[in-house]
């Protein structure tokens, strides 16, 4: 039998448990597990829910309790949710966590510990929402060098596109039916700002580049400032779609990892991904594409992830501690976006005849309502800026620059 605790009672830690009671037959048949929950921490006391008698409001009991083999971390938030990990892997317990902002921030140091210890600090569900990325990435691609990642890595910011494209909501309805169903974090800045994908795209870059990059070190751009204007002219240029994508790649050895908004061309498997669902496609050597879909966020998909850690560690308590390897990566590790070469979508005040002053040959262009819009030939982002200024100094305003993926 393996005693597990679970720290915070939200939206991932009452998931958590609704699918061990509800699948634990199905989890025992299947791998042999027997997961019991022991303790429940939260602030809240939870009158006549049937967890109730399993609340606890002191950390201290179940660090304490030497029969509490994993402790899932489902708090969010950095602190307290650092200090408690990293205190439970120092007591010698499995670690589970959902938390990216944890993992992004504090990883490489919580890794260490649990080496130190003889434990595990796994992090399936901090990538993806229910999607099996992080183990793929760690163990079933280890024999191929990975060329690139690029991911839909929120579900919030691709439920808004999706809701403002097909339906015709409003940037703040769409947002507030994710807060209602449970996508949004608790400050969905985080969402729409890109930050919650940055943290993704630094785990998943560490994972498969061994070196973890501070967010705040890497170029991050979120959907606020997506027109539904550029999704029309958009889909309306060769039929792309537009996404908020986190990417990482090796750039003349070092990492290059951003997250903007892509115009998605229809031949890529992420153009047609929507709502809630993330879609990571991974560049690999050997294998070639692969690619991982499903629902990116949300109470149970979060939570299945979740128990896929704690089997793990269930069916796999006899071996050695296996945990990502990876160390903090330096400033010299780290490529500017600046040399990063693609096409750009540019959005200007004007016609064709304006955008011919700055470019003279480009994919296409469509005209409208005073504004043209086009798709360069692949550039670098130096260029691309240079050209930005350009037009301004032709007295032309940009009005939007979207990176093609
Ligand atoms: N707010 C996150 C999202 C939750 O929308 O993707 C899952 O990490």
């Known amino acids: 039998m393996i005693n597990i605790a679970i720290l915070g009672f939200g939206v991932v830690g009452s998931g958590t448990a609704e699918v061990i009671t509800k699948n634990r037959d199905v989890i025992k048949e299947k791998t042999n597990a027997d997961i019991t929950i022991k303790h429940i921490l939260d602030l809240r006391d939870f009158p006549g829910s049937p967890y109730e008698a399993l609340i606890t409001h002191d950390f201290n009991e179940i660090l304490n309790d030497s029969e509490i083999d994993i402790v899932v971390e489902a708090m969010g938030g950095a602190h307290p949710a650092y200090d408690f990990s990293k205190a439970a892997l120092e007591a010698g317990k499995n670690v589970v966590t959902s938390n990216k902002l944890v993992v992004a921030q504090f990883g490489t140091e919580l890794l260490e510990i649990a080496k130190k210890n003889g434990v595990r600090y796994l992090f399936e569900a901090s990538v993806g929402g229910g ?119 090796k750039a003349d050895d070092k990492i290059l990892a951003f997250v903007s908004p892509r115009l998605i061309p229809e031949a890529n498997p992420l153009h047609d991904i929507s709502d809630v669902f993330n879609g990571i496609l991974v560049k690999c050597d050997m294998l070639g594409d692969a690619m991982f879909y499903g629902r990116g966020a949300g109470k149970l998909p979060t939570a299945s992830a979740v128990v896929s850690d704690i089997i793990d560690i269930a069916i796999k308590s006899e071996m050695k501690a296996e945990c990502a390897k990876w160390t903090d990566a330096e400033k010299d590790d780290i490529a500017p976006i600046s040399n990063y070469v693609c096409a750009h979508y540019f959005r200007i005040e004007g016609c064709p005849k304006c955008m011919g002053k700055v470019f003279d040959d480009v994919e296409s262009c469509i005209s409208e309502n005073g504004e043209c819009a086009f798709i360069t030939k692949p550039m670098t982002e130096a260029d691309a800026l240079a050209s930005e200024k350009a037009f301004a100094e032709n007295g032309i305003k940009v009005l939007s620059r979207i990176r093609v993926l």
Do not use: W
């Not at 691609?141 to 494209?165: C, E, F, H, K, P």
């Not at 973890?212 to 751009?221: G, R, S, V």
């Not at 240029?237 to 996404?243: E, F, M, T, V």
């Open 131 to 249: 999607i099996p990325i992080i183990k793929p990435m760690m163990t079933d691609l280890a024999q191929n060098r990975i060329d690139g990642v690029s991911g839909i890595l929120n579900g919030t910011t691709n439920y808004i596109l999706t809701q403002m494209s097909e339906n015709g909501a409003s940037f703040d309805e769409a947002l507030k039916e994710a807060q209602a169903k449970g996508y949004a974090e608790a400050d969905p800045t985080s969402d729409i700002e890109g930050h919650d994908a940055a943290r993704k795209i630094v785990i998943l870059a560490a994972l498969a580049y061994g070196k973890l990059i501070a967010p705040n070190n890497i170029h991050c751009e979120g959907i606020t400032k997506i027109d539904s204007k550029d999704v029309a002219f958009a889909e309306k240029l060769n039929g792309y779609s537009i996404k908020l994508i986190g990417h990482a790649e």
